[in-house]
């Protein structure tokens, strides 16, 4: 069997204007690798991981993006604001950009298949190339 936890990016790395968030994403995190260090020895097939999605266009996401245009004086300019949401709270990603949610799914259906048979304990990134460049 399989258990994959939704955690998030957020979970690896604090948002300082979502430190609840964050904070909660993080012991998702540990409980994952804690059951799947569980499974180590067992006859059980038990695979833990957790799915790191990054920001997801949700109907909530979708909601604050459009009130964040207002304010930003985007209008209805829905690419514009989005951009310019990357640029204030990611400005060191290589490509942001809002994930969709069926890629969301998608990442839990490769960890749940036999193509991911090898992989337990991990944290799995589907996060839409929000990556802090490190020089």
């Not at 180590?40 to 790191?52: E, F, P, S």
């Not at 266009?57 to 514009?80: I, N, Q, S, W």
């Amino acid at each position: 069997g399989n258990i994959v936890n939704i955690s998030s990016e957020a979970g690896v790395r604090s948002l300082e204007f979502m430190i609840h968030y964050s904070m909660t994403k993080a012991a998702q995190l540990n409980i994952s690798r804690g059951l799947a260090e569980l499974t180590k020895g067992t006859d059980d097939k038990v695979r833990v991981n957790a799915l790191l999605p990054g920001p997801t266009m949700t109907p909530g996401v979708r909601e604050y993006l459009k009130g964040f245009a207002k304010d930003k004086g985007y209008g209805d300019d829905f690419d514009a604001a989005e951009k310019a949401y990357f640029k204030e709270h990611e400005p060191t990603s290589i490509k942001a950009k809002f994930l969709d949610p069926k890629e969301v799914a998608n990442g839990v259906l490769y960890l749940s298949s036999d193509g991911a048979s090898g992989i337990n304990g991990c944290a799995f990134k589907v996060e839409g190339g929000i990556v802090k460049i490190a020089f």
